[in-house]
Nanobody
Framework: QVQLVESGGGVVQAGGSLRLTCAAS????????MGWFRQAPGLEREFVGV???????YYAESVKGRFTISRDNGKNTVYLQMNSLRPEDTAVYYC????????????????WGQGTQVTVSS
């Protein structure tokens, strides 16, 4: 059983930055790929990026070059650094534990946090 808690969301002006944190409890964190997704009202949950157990990262095209995922296995924590934020980045951001090979699909993640709201004003 893994429990995830996201934090760090808030309101920021366009062009600003935020860093989200996902703290995990439970064993085996270093062996788990950790993904970030987001969901805006009325829309499906959307892939943002993932960091694999070996540190390899993959990103959605919409955030590539602006967002960076990192992890600290000693703290069981994964981070999402978001720079050059845009109003269209407004959403609830979730972290999840990656289970199957296709990393950009929510159904391939088995544990999720409660989410943290990010609002980017224009």
């Amino acid at each position: 059983q893994v429990q995830l808690v996201e934090s760090g969301g808030g309101v920021v002006q366009a062009g600003g930055s935020l860093r989200l944190t996902c703290a995990a409890s439970g064993g085996g964190f270093s062996r788990i790929g950790m993904g970030w997704f987001r969901q805006a009202p009325g829309l499906e949950r959307e892939f943002v990026g993932v960091i694999m157990s070996d540190g390899t990262t993959y990103y959605a095209e919409s955030v590539k070059g602006r967002f960076t995922i990192s992890r600290d296995n000693g703290k069981n924590t994964v981070y999402l650094q978001m720079n050059s934020l845009r109003p269209e980045d407004t959403a609830v951001y979730y972290c999840g534990t990656h289970r199957l090979s296709t990393y950009d699909t929510p159904r391939n993640y088995d544990y999720w946090g409660q989410g943290t709201q990010v609002t980017v004003s224009s």
